[in-house]
C-alpha cells in the first residue's frame, strides 16, 4: 500500500482528493493538513509515502513547503497540486524537489498514474509542458536583455510564489504596475507565459 498525505487549506479540495484516493486500489491515506506548520508536526508522526502538496498555502508557499519537506523528510515524493491558473509556479515547486504535479479536478484514473509515476522515480505533469521545455530565441543568441533593477526584484519575488497583490505591497506599488512589470520581462526575455520566465530566470542566474 502506498501512502498519501495531503496538504490544502480548502476543506472541500481536501475531502474530495480523500473520497477519490480511498476508493483506489492500492492507496491509502495517512493524513492530511491545511497549512505548513501542521504538515511537518504531522509527517513526523505519520509514515507517508507521496504528499499531495498545494501550491497556495496561508502560512507560506507551498514551494518553501517543498523546500522544508525534501530537507527534513528526503524519502517522501512530493506532486503539486493546483488549478490550471496557478500552473506557472509549478516549474519553481520542481527545481525544489517536487516530482511533478496534479491539477486538482484530475480524476481517479490520472491520480493513480501520477502516484505509480513518482513511486517509479520518474517526473510526472498533468499538463503538456512542451513549451516550457523549448528553447527561447534569447537563449539561442547567448544575449542576455538587460532587466531593470525593480524587474530583478519583481522577479525574484515571482519566483518565491508571491501573487501580484501581495509583491505589490512589498513594494508600494499598485498592481497593475507589477503586472506590467511581469508582461515586460516576458516580452523582453522570449518566452511564452511566467513559467518560462521563472525557468528561464533560474537557468540563467537572473533570481537567488
Request: proline residues 3%; charged residues 20%.
Amino acid at each position: 500500500m502506498t501512502s498519501v498525505f495531503i496538504v490544502d487549506d480548502h476543506p472541500i479540495v481536501v475531502e474530495g482528493l480523500k473520497s477519490v484516493i480511498e476508493k483506489l486500489d492500492g492507496l491509502h491515506i495517512s493524513g492530511v493538513a491545511y497549512n505548513a506548520v501542521d504538515t511537518i508536526n504531522l509527517l513526523k508522526t505519520v509514515a507517508t509515502d507521496v504528499l499531495l502538496l498545494d501550491i497556495n498555502l496561508p502560512d507560506i508557499s507551498g514551494i518553501d513547503l517543498c523546500k522544508k519537506v525534501r530537507n527534513q523528510f528526503p524519502h517522501i515524493r512530493i506532486l503539486g497540486i493546483s488549478t490550471f491558473s496557478e500552473r506557472s509556479y509549478i516549474s519553481r515547486m520542481i527545481a525544489h524537489g517536487a516530482m511533478g504535479y496534479l491539477i486538482k479536478s484530475a480524476s481517479a484514473e490520472e491520480i493513480s498514474a501520477a502516484v505509480t509515476t513518482i513511486m517509479q522515480g520518474k517526473l510526472y505533469m498533468s499538463l503538456d509542458l512542451e513549451h516550457l521545455l523549448r528553447p527561447s530565441p534569447v537563449i539561442q543568441s547567448g544575449i542576455l536583455p538587460n532587466l531593470t533593477k525593480r524587474e530583478k526584484e519583481v522577479l525574484q519575488h515571482i519566483s518565491e510564489g508571491l501573487t501580484n497583490v501581495q509583491i505589490a505591497e512589498k513594494l508600494f506599488v499598485s498592481p497593475s504596475t507589477i503586472d506590467t512589470h511581469r508582461k515586460n520581462m516576458i516580452t523582453k526575455l522570449e518566452v511564452s507565459n511566467t513559467a518560462a520566465l521563472i525557468r528561464f530566470a533560474i537557468e540563467h542566474g537572473l533570481i537567488n
